[in-house]
């Protein structure tokens, strides 16, 4: 199994792009998740989606947007980029949601806002 | 939202073992505690998980008091490979325990 794959894995972006994170997930599972974590910090939640659907806000919403396309795939857009959203964005997802199971996790996108 | 705090950093030694405690005071009542582990340039990866009293598999033992207002991850005899970045979870009741913030966690740094 892939289990949740990213894509891409690095983006060099300007000031003012946009572009899309996409994320797939093969494990059947309900819940997906966006992260982000900057460098040296913590994960901080972006947007979160309990079922396919729906979707949440997390923490650190503004400025991004997501779609839950189906049960497999969750994409996280970033209508006009910022310097500030340099980060590693991290999608995750778990069977059943909530806190009682494992969260599977991707290698990350490594994205460069210059 | 059931907030976590854990120590910033600790260090320690090979062959030593490891406790890192977490706090979660608001925890609800059924919810469930889960530690993950990060590597640099890595997702992190899920260690174990628990809900009361005492856990243990292959990896890690977790200890969780009758109040379950703390935790406390267990490293028995770490090695230099067991440094990175260590998160306890819980989840927030009000979003039905769907929303899955991490707290700061808490880097390990294990020298010979």
């Known amino acids: 199994n892939a289990g949740v794959t990213q894509t891409p894995k690095f983006q060099v972006l300007k000031t003012g792009q946009s572009m899309t994170l996409q994320c797939a997930q093969d494990?059947?599972?309900?819940?997906m998740y966006w992260y982000r974590q900057d460098p040296g910090m913590g994960l901080r939640l972006i947007y979160y989606s309990a079922s396919e659907g729906t979707t949440d806000k997390g923490e650190v919403p503004n400025g991004y947007n997501v779609s839950r396309l189906n049960k497999r795939e969750f994409s996280l857009r970033l209508e006009s980029a910022a310097p500030s959203q340099t980060s590693v964005y991290f999608c995750?997802?778990?069977?059943?949601?909530?806190?009682?199971?494992?969260?599977?996790f991707g290698e990350g996108s490594r994205l460069t806002v210059l | 939202l059931a907030k976590t705090t854990q120590p910033i950093s600790m260090d320690s030694y090979e062959g030593q073992e490891v406790n890192i405690t977490c706090s979660h005071n608001n925890i609800a009542t059924n919810d469930y505690i889960t530690w993950y582990q990060q590597f640099p340039s890595q997702g992190p990866r899920f260690i174990i998980q628990?809900?009361?009293t005492k856990v243990t598999n292959e990896v890690a033992s977790l200890f969780i008091p009758a109040d379950r207002k703390s935790s406390t991850l267990s490293l028995p005899r770490v090695s230099l490979s067991d440094t990175a970045v260590y998160y306890c979870?819980?989840?927030?009741?009000?979003?039905?325990?769907?929303?899955?913030?991490f707290g700061t966690g808490t880097r390990l740094l294990v020298s010979p």
């Open positions: 628990g809900y009361k």
């Open positions: 494990m059947n599972h309900n819940s």
């Open positions: 995750a997802s778990n069977k059943q949601g909530a806190n009682t199971g494992e969260l599977f």
């Open positions: 979870l819980v989840g927030d009741k009000n979003t039905g325990f769907q929303k899955l913030v």
